[in-house]
Nanobody, 123 residues
């Protein structure tokens, strides 16, 4: 089993920055961030695998950066130039066998999920 614990969410004004963290227990191959707004589907935001491949959703390219400290088994998401439409619950997810060489930010490929951390961006 893999346990994921997110932190770093909060409330910021548009244009501000936040850094999310996700501490994982156990081996993971690919980790990612997903966003779920109220009443909407879970959207992939960014992911990174152990071979260093990354994937970003179009709506965050150039603004968000995903990184992973393998020694600490911790995933990060640096979010800059935040917009009100970025608001939502950000969930950390992990897979032990899914490689980003196979595909993109599809929630179905991630078996383990954290509880999420809320990000609210005001205009």
């Amino acid at each position: 089993q893999v346990q994921l614990v997110e932190s770093g969410g909060g409330s910021v004004q548009a244009g501000g920055s936040l850094r999310l963290s996700c501490a994982a227990s156990g081996y993971t191959y690919t980790m990612g961030w997903f966003r779920q707004a109220l009443g909407k589907d879970r959207d992939g935001v960014a992911a990174v695998d152990r071979d260093g491949r990354t994937r970003y959703a179009d709506f965050v390219k150039g603004r968000f950066t995903i990184s992973k400290d393998n020694a600490k088994n911790t995933l990060y998401l640096q979010m800059n130039s935040l917009k009100p439409e970025d608001t939502g619950m950000f969930l950390c997810a992990a897979s032990r066998d899914y490689s980003l060489a196979e595909g993109g930010l599809w929630p179905v490929y991630f078996s383990y999920w954290g509880q999420g951390t809320q990000v609210t961006v005001s205009s």
